[in-house]
């Protein structure tokens, strides 16, 4: 059993008991007042038959000698309906409140989910991010080892900053991440991709069709679907990387010299934020080029 269904039995349980003791105190009252009507009825009777002995009685009174007394089985029916209809109120309330409640807790218990699998993910974003840096410093650190270059100790310290940069920006995130998960910016889209490209230290020819496009989506889940699709780019890309805007998608698309295996962490994790935020993914590998589509409407 779950935390959740206990939660909900709990509350079940408890406004069932909390509805038995309001129609135990009720019931005790109504027989009570019950049983004062009986006795104001009948003693306005008594007076009304003594100024008129012909008097026609309601059929639920009848007089017996010099008594007067109700009959049991009207009792009885009224009792019976006023129970039949607190009960049914009752257990329509209950019901109520219960479907109320367990819809609350699954609300609740969705966004939690939600916020963990994003956090989840986003360590998984940031180790990936972190282990693309750490290949293209051992790249560099080789390159030293054979001919030691100003130009290439740039690219360390390049690197090293943006490990910095990406660690920082992961956790203020993680900071905010019950806003994050949920909030909307107006996004640049040509700028947001000319920031994540810039972090990227490479020699293949990159060409950048732009076009004026903003989005209304959260920005930090934008950008590391791009960060995913271009680093997928430029990791496997032989030469060159084509980047177009189109007025509701973004396509990359890199060509190869051959296919080469990877884990294939990185277009997971796209697909994993698209589908969480109602974006669309889709890749293929066509002849010498493989392309990445990524759909906003």
């Not at 966004?111 to 282990?131: A, N, P, T």
């Not at 080789?142 to 690197?159: A, C, G, H, N, Y």
Request: glycine residues 2%; charged residues 25%; proline residues 1%.
């Amino acid at each position: 059993m779950n935390f959740q269904l206990k939660i909900f039995l709990t509350f079940a349980i408890a406004v069932v008991l909390i509805f038995s003791v309001i129609n135990f105190i009720t019931i005790n009252f109504f027989k009570e007042q019950q049983h004062k009507y009986e006795e104001e009825i009948l003693s306005l009777y008594k007076e009304i038959l003594k100024q008129n002995k012909n008097y026609q009685l309601p059929y639920y009174i009848k007089a017996y000698e010099n008594e007067l007394f109700f009959e049991e089985s009207y009792i009885n029916d009224r009792f019976q309906r006023f129970s039949k209809t607190i009960l049914i109120w009752e257990v329509l309330l209950i019901l109520v409140l219960s479907y109320l409640f367990y819809k609350i807790l699954n609300i609740i218990s969705k966004k939690e989910q939600e916020e963990e699998d994003f956090l989840r993910f986003l360590f998984f974003v940031l180790s990936h991010k972190i282990g693309n840096f750490l290949s293209t410093l051992n790249t560099n650190i080789e390159i030293l080892r054979l001919k030691p270059e100003s130009r290439v100790l740039e690219r360390i310290q390049t690197s090293c900053n943006i490990i910095g940069a990406e660690l920082k920006k992961t956790m203020e995130t993680i900071k905010q991440l019950p806003k994050t998960s949920r909030s909307r910016q107006k996004i640049n889209l040509t700028e947001l991709i000319k920031n994540v490209n810039s972090k990227f230290a490479t020699d293949k020819k990159l060409l950048f069709s732009e076009r004026e496009v903003y989005l209304y989506k959260n920005s930090e889940v934008v950008e590391t679907i791009i960060f995913l699709l271009l680093d997928n780019a430029f990791r496997y890309a032989h030469s060159k990387i084509h980047i177009k805007i189109f007025r509701n998608a973004v396509a990359i698309k890199n060509d190869f010299k051959e296919i080469v295996k990877g884990s294939g962490l990185g277009l997971q994790i796209a697909e994993y934020l698209c589908k969480s935020n109602k974006l669309q993914l889709k890749y293929r590998a066509k002849g010498e080029h493989f392309i990445a589509v990524l759909i906003f409407n």
